[in-house]
């Protein structure tokens, strides 16, 4: 997992090498072998589910965030490819080629779609067709926000742009005032009634997305530690949302809930995890650095369950799906846990290499991308 620190003057951002540090998902010291993957056991199937169809992006190696829009899924491939599917068949609806390698996508509203490249580029597509592409101040990890006839950026120097969907003219930017440190991996970013809320350091800021006017933060995870890695407490994608009421991870640090509606954080409560959260409103659920998959009482924090069966295995962000919990790993497994005690219902197979991007639902397709850029419609038996 890699981790940048960046210099608030874009200038500054290509001429001053950038820090990077490796971080063990496993917890383990460097030089030390990670620990073995937990052995899977046999696969009960206590659930019925079957493939129904199979696409193909390109490899991806960059923090993908497949965009859901009724049954439109839109997703891209390393190399610039970025194509919207019919989740019901797999039928591609359009595809086609930013031409420059892909760092951040991708958003979109279901009409206007958005990426970012790895010239820090961004590019506004509209069916297919680029519509428009502007420079960005900084480079980008996280996907654009494509709301209100506007397309928001999250900046890996965390500043804040909006710009207008049509012509792509900036329209405001905010910077934060420090030197954050980030990591190379999907933030948060997404509107909440009128507000736009962005993670920013262990924090939830709420904007006004007219101007980028702070309104209010809230507070989710705490730095702590003698060195930058141990102090990051970065916010990770996805979050979950039900109503007004967010809950989000702070890296390494925590994971929380706040309500947006008035800026306040409900709880916060220690956790050791890098990827984001899903949840519906009873349970919130997460998967920690060792693979530990652990369910959360969403009103309080308190744990509800928790299980070690895919310990060291490299899991995704984890999805609330009917009765299930779905998480990928990093050896193409999709495994759906129940969500009353974490137990395995059913275990699915892809393409052998790692799940790529966070599970996402599309209507009643389950879709799955990994590295090697195989995309994967799974249905309910």
């Avoid at 960046?6 to 998902?25: D, G």
């Avoid at 079957?50 to 839109?74: H, K, S, Y």
């Avoid at 996280?142 to 006839?149: D, Q, R, W």
Wanted: net charge neutral.
């Amino acid at each position: 997992m890699k981790v940048r620190r960046f210099l608030p003057f874009a200038e500054s951002l290509r001429s001053l090498a950038a820090i990077f540090f490796v971080v063990t998902l496993a917890g383990c010291t460097i030089g030390s072998p990670p620990p073995k993957p937990t052995p899977l056991g046999p696969n009960e199937a206590l659930i019925g589910v079957r493939q129904i169809w199979t696409a193909q992006v390109g490899e991806v190696d960059f923090p993908l965030d497949v965009n859901v829009i009724g049954d439109t899924v839109t997703l891209a491939g390393s190399d610039g490819t970025v194509v919207a599917l019919d989740a019901r068949n797999g039928h591609e609806l359009w595809r086609t080629s930013v031409h420059a390698p892909i760092a951040a996508g991708v958003g979109s509203d279901g009409k206007l779609a958005a990426v970012v490249t790895a010239r820090d580029e961004l590019v506004a597509l509209e069916g297919g067709h680029e519509l428009w592409h502007r420079k960005l101040p900084a480079q980008a990890y996280t996907a654009p926000l494509v709301a209100g006839a506007r397309v928001f950026v999250l900046g890996a120097d965390r500043s804040v742009s909006a710009y207008d969907g049509q012509s792509g003219r900036r329209l405001w930017i905010q910077k934060p005032p420090t030197e954050p440190l980030v990591l190379h991996q999907q933030g948060v970013l997404l509107a909440v009634d009128d507000t736009l809320v962005v993670g920013l350091s262990g924090r939830l800021l709420g904007l006004n997305p007219l101007n980028g006017n702070l309104r209010w933060e809230a507070p989710i995870g705490t730095a702590r530690g003698s060195n930058d890695v141990e102090r990051l407490v970065d916010l990770v994608g996805p979050v979950s949302r039900v109503g007004s009421e967010i809950c989000a991870r702070a890296f390494q640090a925590a994971v929380g809930c706040v309500d947006a509606s008035r800026g306040a954080t409900l709880w916060s409560k220690p956790a050791n995890g890098g990827t984001g959260l899903s949840g519906s409103e009873g349970l919130l659920f997460g998967t920690e650095l060792d693979g530990t998959v652990l369910a959360w009482q969403r009103s309080n924090g308190q744990q509800a369950w928790s299980t070690a069966a895919l310990k060291y295995r490299g899991l995704s962000a984890p999805l609330a799906l009917g009765r299930s919990v779905v998480v990928g790993d990093r050896f193409g497994y999709v495994h759906l846990l129940s969500r009353t005690d974490g137990s395995l219902l059913t275990r699915l197979s892809t393409d052998g290499s790692a799940v790529a991007a966070p599970p996402v639902a599309a209507g009643n397709t389950l879709v799955i991308v990994t590295r090697h850029g195989g995309v994967f419609g799974f249905q309910p038996e």
